[in-house]
């Protein structure tokens, strides 16, 4: 991320600050999803159903919000999506109750889903556009920044005697701070934003019948699913795989939240190191061999009887799964003219919905095979497999840098 020939750096400063705060306001949940099942006395696919109602928001609004850059700019929605993320928060932290949550959850993530699809596009504006996917990893590492301050930012929290909630009274100043940091920096001159709202429509409409854009949504949806049902399961797992919390008594929930936080930091590491092999190294490639290690790392997290290999495990399993979005991202964008840009960063952010179907079914299968009490978690991690294979074939058939249509 060098300072950009075109003047952008404050910008570009204050995009890195909101990656860094979605990567948080999203990616807390898996400390909070025990919190939630005690709290409000509900079983761990309920719990896991209301942090992912977050990832619903971007299914049903990446798309609107898509043709929305287009017809106001990408300034306009990145502020609307930055409003729209205080609210959320500020009503999570003010609100209690298992479904005002599950609605501020929703709202988070509305605005987050106005904020990503406007920023990963116009990174690609502000920074080395011939290194794309390089550029876009190098901002995921700060999402994984967030990602892994905020479970500890929980533990924290509660060590002062307040309830975890509290958290998100912290996320509202932050939120606020990347609202007016978004507000006053210059941004890239957009043109003819009122007749491309009607070319949108017909880029949209192009995109949703070719089948290498499916197939590269598909890989999105799985990809984010596979990353949040992981993150969002580990606490759950390890209290009921390894009765966390009777062989470490007050210990526990620091150790569950520092596993879920360590887990975020392994992806966060990978990222930052991914920047440099993406540099290297053609991104498919690099995708096979990335998957192979996320599939291994998480058998070992599974099968262990090991506490201490698990806990090394999942972290490893977060670095092995650091290149997939900005990877497969990348090479969506790079199979198309520019044009394309906008619908292909609306379509491919509507998968991200996949974070919420996967993570409550991997929990509710475990349940099912197993008990409510006792959940069967190897069968329900087998889940996660699936999605690494599929994510593997992205590798053989992503075509990249190819100029379709």
Not at 39 to 49: D, E, N
Not at 81 to 95: N, R, W
Not at 148 to 165: D, H, L, Q, R
Not at 260 to 277: A, D, M, S
């Amino acid at each position: 991320m060098t300072k950009s020939k075109n003047n952008y750096f404050p910008l570009l400063i204050a995009v890195a600050f909101a990656y860094f705060t979605f990567g948080a306001i999203t990616n807390v949940a898996g400390a909070i999803v025990p919190k939630i099942k005690e709290t409000y006395h509900v079983s761990g696919s309920a719990s896991s159903f209301l942090a992912c109602v977050f990832f619903i928001a971007y299914g049903l609004t990446s798309v609107p919000f898509g043709i929305l850059i287009n017809k106001f700019g990408t300034k306009f929605t990145l502020l609307a999506g930055s409003l729209i993320t205080t609210i959320g928060v500020l009503m999570f932290a003010s609100v209690p109750g298992y479904f005002p949550n599950m609605t501020a959850m929703f709202i988070c993530g509305v605005g987050i889903t106005a904020i990503q699809v406007a920023a990963n596009p116009l990174v690609k504006e502000i920074s080395n556009p011939e290194k794309y996917a390089r550029n876009l990893t190098l901002f995921m590492v700060l999402f994984g920044v967030g990602s892994t301050v905020a479970p500890y930012i929980v533990t924290f929290i509660k060590s002062k005697g307040f309830e975890w909630n509290y958290t998100y009274w912290l996320f509202t100043i932050i939120s606020v701070l990347m609202l007016l940091a978004l507000a006053f920096p210059k941004y890239p001159e957009e043109k003819s934003l009122e007749s491309g709202n009607q070319k949108s429509k017909g880029n949209f409409s192009v995109l949703i019948k070719d089948p290498l854009m499916m197939m590269y949504t598909l890989a999105i949806f799985l990809y984010v699913g596979v990353e949040v049902g992981v993150a969002y399961n580990i606490a759950l797992f390890l209290e009921d795989v390894h009765d966390i919390s009777s062989k470490l008594g007050n210990n526990a929930e620091a150790i569950k939240n520092a596993a879920v936080g360590n887990y975020w930091f392994g992806l966060l590491v990978g990222r930052l190191i991914g920047g440099f092999i993406l540099d290297k190294m053609p991104t498919k490639k690099a995708i096979q061999i990335y998957i192979t290690g996320a599939a291994v790392a998480l058998g070992f997290a599974v099968f262990s009887s090991n506490l201490a290999i698990v806990l090394w495990a999942f972290p490893m399993v977060g670095f092995f799964i650091s290149i997939m979005f900005p990877s497969i991202y990348g090479l969506a964008i790079d199979s198309y003219k520019r044009e394309y840009a906008g619908a292909i960063s609306g379509i491919l952010c509507t998968a991200i919905i996949g974070g919420a179907v996967i993570a409550p079914i991997m929990t509710k299968i475990a349940e099912v095979t197993g008990r409510v009490q006792e959940p069967n978690w190897k069968l329900g991690m087998m889940i996660a497999f699936l999605c690494y294979a599929y994510i593997f074939t992205v590798g053989i058939w992503a075509k990249g840098k190819e100029i379709r249509n």
